[in-house]
């Protein structure tokens, strides 16, 4: 399977899904590749992180760029059970091609007035990779969610407005332990410290993604 975390909102969160995803789908036994297409290389930072620490690393990192993506994927993808590729927050070359040949789009929104505002122009987006791709499903999910929860629920019902896009009943709670994470080279589950919670929360969108 190919999973793509993506949107056009920087500071979403999401090379924390895209690294959480890959290091928990690793931890099965599933051959993964991790693939950084965002030009800012966050998730090869956390990469480089784990290998300058030491930390076991059973997937593989690559980066690709550009209106290729999709090719150089497929000309690779029967080496491995699932590729994740984190895009750039933004709507580029990177994201439109690795979205033509995605099988599931995740988009990681705050649930805040200027990452809401993005969803019609991603579901613009969808609706024209659709027509090449028309398999593909496109999930959003409520990232560094209000511990309330009220702006959650806002934020839902207006995604739920928009055909191409299934709003998951899931909440990424806007925890320290995440970001902790990610400056160790580490996916939350991996902590020394666990925060069960946040555990908890990033188990809830993995078993939403590959059930």
């Avoid at 965002?38 to 480089?48: L, R």
């Avoid at 992180?49 to 150089?72: A, F």
């Avoid at 491995?80 to 590729?85: E, K």
């Avoid at 200027?114 to 990232?143: F, G, Q």
Wanted: net charge neutral; glycine share 8%.
């Amino acid at each position: 399977m190919k999973i793509v975390v993506g949107g056009i909102k920087g500071g979403s969160g999401k090379t924390t899904i895209a690294t959480n995803l890959t290091a928990m789908r690793a931890s099965t036994g599933k051959k993964i590749l991790l693939v950084d297409s965002d030009e800012q290389k966050s998730s090869s930072d956390w990469a480089s992180q784990r290998d300058s620490m030491g930390i076991k690393t059973n997937w593989t990192t690559t980066q690709m760029y550009g209106e290729t993506v999709h090719l150089e994927v497929s000309k690779i993808e029967s080496d491995y059970d699932d590729i994740i590729i984190d895009v750039g927050g933004r709507n580029t070359r990177s994201q439109r091609s690795a979205l033509f040949c995605a099988d599931i789009f995740i988009i990681p929104l705050k649930p805040r007035s200027l990452d809401i505002w993005t969803v019609s122009a991603v579901n613009e987006m969808i609706a024209e990779i659709i027509i090449l791709n028309p398999n593909m499903k496109c999930y959003a999910v409520i990232n560094q969610a209000d511990f309330k929860g009220s702006d959650n629920k806002e934020a839902m019902d207006i995604i739920a407005k928009y055909s191409n896009i299934k709003c998951l009943g899931v909440s990424i709670g806007n925890r320290k332990s995440f970001g902790n994470a990610i400056a160790e080279g580490l996916a939350v589950f991996e902590m020394k410290s666990k925060d069960l919670k946040a555990i908890e929360e990033m188990d809830l969108l993995y078993r939403n993604i590959f059930a």
